[in-house]
């Protein structure tokens, strides 16, 4: 009628039971080949992963170029390539600190006012705007 006997339940149990105890015996045999051959390997990456990253400061003359930089041009901090070339050779940054820099000074220490654009059109071009 096609049930099961207890008898049959226990024996693909014990089948089951048997494929698990190989396949986890299968494994710690291969987990141990791997680290055999590749311990070393995995030691050294390991330390390596571990170690943070060191979040450093730049160097007290580069910052200061970069603030001295900054000081002349506060009214509009956005360096030119030009710029930003002479100052990766004055510091010895590479451009992209100089650009995460730059980027940090002005949202934590710049407020342009809200007429900048109008007054930056009127430095460059007096001619815009006249009284008549």
Not at 7 to 26: F, I, Y
Not at 62 to 70: F, I, K
Not at 107 to 129: C, G, I, V, Y
Request: without cysteine; negative net charge.
């Amino acid at each position: 009628d096609g049930a099961v006997s207890s008898d049959e339940e226990l024996r693909e149990g014990d089948d089951v039971a048997t494929q698990d105890g190989q396949q986890r015996s299968n494994d710690r045999d291969l987990k141990d080949q791997l680290l055999r051959k590749f311990g070393s390997h995995i030691s050294s990456l390991k330390l390596e992963f571990s170690k943070k990253k060191k979040k450093g400061k730049l160097p007290r003359e580069a910052r200061q170029a970069l603030l001295d930089w900054w000081n002349v041009h506060y009214k509009w901090p956005y360096p030119t390539e030009a710029d930003k070339i002479a100052l990766a050779e004055e510091t010895g940054l590479d451009q992209k600190q100089i650009n995460n820099w730059f980027i940090n000074q002005r949202k934590r220490h710049w407020k342009p006012s809200e007429n900048m654009p109008f007054a930056m059109m009127d430095d460059s071009s007096e001619t815009f705007f006249t009284e008549e």
